[in-house]
């Protein structure tokens, strides 16, 4: 019964692993970087619950490179970051060769997460769109 148990139990595990990645987006594809999105529920000991869309950035390159880009987000159709000073959303983010740095629902600021909405509490400001734009990746 083990020996049946153990490698169905393991393909469950798999089977799993590979439900969650498959929800991951591609947005955009520049000079071997891959850059992916995705939708998520963030139930965060340090922030109220939310949801926000975590980003993932993927080098498929033989080099270490640095990738910058600037957010631009719209909230109710209105382009909420068009006061702001040019750097608050301007990122630049180094990523080791094939490798990847994805953001997480702990850490609900910098250049890997956008607030979409409150979950538990109830509010006119809803995230209708965002893009990431100038995106420039330099090799290190």
Known sequence: MKRFLLPF????????????????????VVDGIEIYTIESDCYAT???????????????????LTVEWDKAIWYNDQLATENTADEENHYLVKVKKNSS?????????????????FITYKTETKLTKFELQNIKVTRI
Not at 12 to 23: E, H, P, R, V, Y
Not at 101 to 117: L, V
């Open 101 to 117: 740095k994805e953001g997480s629902c702990e850490i609900p600021r910098g250049p890997f997460y956008i607030y979409k909405d």
């Open 46 to 64: 340090n922030i109220p619950d939310q949801k926000a869309v975590i980003i993932k950035v993927v080098n498929t390159t033989n080099n270490d």
């Open 9 to 28: 139990f393991t393909l469950f595990l798999t089977a799993s692993s590979f439900g969650q990645d498959s929800d991951w987006k591609l947005y955009s």
